[in-house]
């Protein structure tokens, strides 16, 4: 209880100013949320059928099909049973699973490689696929919403490759379905963006999200407006000399994927913003370091072997 109290104690002064204020507005905003929770049509059930895919996470092989419970740990054979978002604690092993096996197959790291093996015949499936997720994780009613980077990771990846294959993703006969999903996950991000003391790999993740949503609804004018918003949090995740404040490898290689990727869809679309340079520097300097100790086989940090799919990769 000391301990626990302690902890409390040391976080609260790590605070910086304005974030006991933006705490508690958040802690206010799960009223908010809860409301639309209980609003939700609890009846969604969306009959579809798409094509089965095998996929490989963390070296065991899950088949994807109509019966696969996507909120689940299949290495330690644990479900995360549908409720309020709110109401998970992510560190019980018991309720959740282990969080990296429980949230992997949801990030759709495999969805962009999935679109390549579809024939015309199966074009139906490219949407149909994440149909069937959104029918068995609604909104606010599965633990795979509780945090902004997997949101974020999920919707880049189902987006950008969506874009990458116009003919796929014109064919749709529940086209509703999706841009409800793209609402969703648009004011989840707006209104959880993980800032102050807890910006960090987390809070590039959730702008990357919400500029592969602008990116996909073709509202570029909102990008750089996004950007340069927070452009001093994303500056805050390096140190001088170009390394991350994660201090960690795998996760300053996630940052430098996800940096680029929204650079690089910026440039797509001919978006230009005062920083562009300056954030290419940035990446530009994590790659060189990783290089680096990769060279002389450092492992430093976390590693959980996470995987974001590169921009030039869809």
Same mark, same amino acid.
């Given at each position: 209880?000391?301990?626990?109290?302690?902890?409390?104690y040391y976080?609260?002064?790590?605070?910086?100013?304005?974030?006991?204020?933006?705490?508690?507005?958040?802690f206010?905003d799960?009223l908010? !949320?809860f409301?639309?929770?209980?609003k939700?049509?609890?009846?969604?059930?969306?009959?579809?059928?798409?094509?089965?895919y095998p996929?490989? /996470?963390?070296?065991k092989?899950?088949?994807?099909?109509?019966? /696969?419970?996507w909120?689940?740990?299949?290495?330690?054979?644990?479900?995360?049973?549908s409720?309020?978002?709110?109401?998970?604690?992510?560190?019980?092993f018991e309720d959740v699973?282990?969080?990296?096996?429980t949230n992997?197959?949801?990030?759709?790291? !495999?969805?962009?490689?999935y679109?390549?093996?579809?024939?015309?015949?199966?074009?139906?499936?490219?949407?149909?696929?994440?149909?069937? !997720?959104? &029918?068995?994780n609604?909104?606010?009613?599965?633990?795979?919403?509780?945090?902004?980077i997997?949101?974020?990771l999920r919707t880049?990846h189902?987006l950008?490759?969506?874009?990458?294959?116009?003919k796929?993703?014109m064919?749709?006969n529940?086209n509703y379905?999706?841009i409800?999903?793209?609402?969703c996950?648009?004011?989840?991000?707006?209104?959880?963006? &993980?800032?102050y003391?807890?910006?960090n790999?987390?809070l590039?993740?959730?702008?990357l999200?919400?500029?592969s949503?602008?990116?996909?609804?073709?509202?570029?004018?909102?990008?750089?407006?996004?950007?340069n918003?927070?452009?001093?949090? /994303?500056?805050n @995740?390096?140190?001088?000399?170009?390394?991350t404040?994660?201090?960690?490898?795998?996760?300053?290689k996630?940052t430098s994927?996800?940096?680029?990727?929204?650079?690089?869809?910026? &440039?797509?679309?001919?978006?230009r913003?005062p920083k562009i340079g300056?954030? @290419?520097?940035k990446?530009? &300097?994590?790659n060189?370091?990783?290089?680096?100790?990769?060279?002389?086989?450092f492992?430093?940090?976390?590693?959980?072997?996470?995987i974001?799919?590169n921009?030039?990769?869809?």
């Open positions: 209880m000391i301990n626990k109290l302690n902890w409390y976080r609260y002064s790590s605070f910086e100013r304005g974030e006991t204020v933006w705490r508690l507005k958040r206010i799960i908010y !949320w409301f639309i929770w209980v939700r049509d609890k009846n969604l059930n969306i009959n579809t059928n798409f094509k089965e996929c490989e /996470i963390y070296g092989t899950i088949l994807i099909t109509k019966r /696969i419970y909120a689940s740990d299949n290495k330690n054979n644990k479900l995360a049973p409720r309020f978002v709110f109401f998970y604690n992510k560190n019980n699973g282990e969080l990296k096996f992997e197959l949801s990030r759709f790291t !495999w969805y962009p490689e679109l390549k093996t579809l024939d015309k015949n199966d074009y139906p499936s490219a949407k149909n696929i994440i149909y069937h !997720w959104f &029918s068995q609604q909104f606010l009613n599965s633990f795979l919403w509780l945090d902004g997997e949101v974020g880049y189902i950008v490759a969506l874009k990458k294959n116009k796929i993703d064919i749709d529940n379905i999706l409800n999903y793209i609402k996950c648009e004011s989840w991000l707006t209104k959880r963006l &993980s800032l003391s807890s910006a790999n987390h590039i993740a959730e702008l999200g919400l500029v949503i602008y990116y996909y609804t073709e509202k570029y004018d909102l990008i750089p407006n996004l950007l918003k927070y452009i001093g949090y /994303i500056d @995740q390096f140190h001088q000399d170009g390394w404040t994660e201090e960690s490898i795998t996760y300053g996630d994927i996800m940096l680029d990727s929204i650079l690089k869809l910026c &440039s797509e679309v001919h978006i913003f300056y954030l @290419q520097n990446i530009n &300097s994590i060189l370091i990783i290089e680096h100790l990769n060279s002389y086989g492992e430093i940090g976390d590693n959980d072997k996470s974001i799919i921009y030039e990769s869809f």
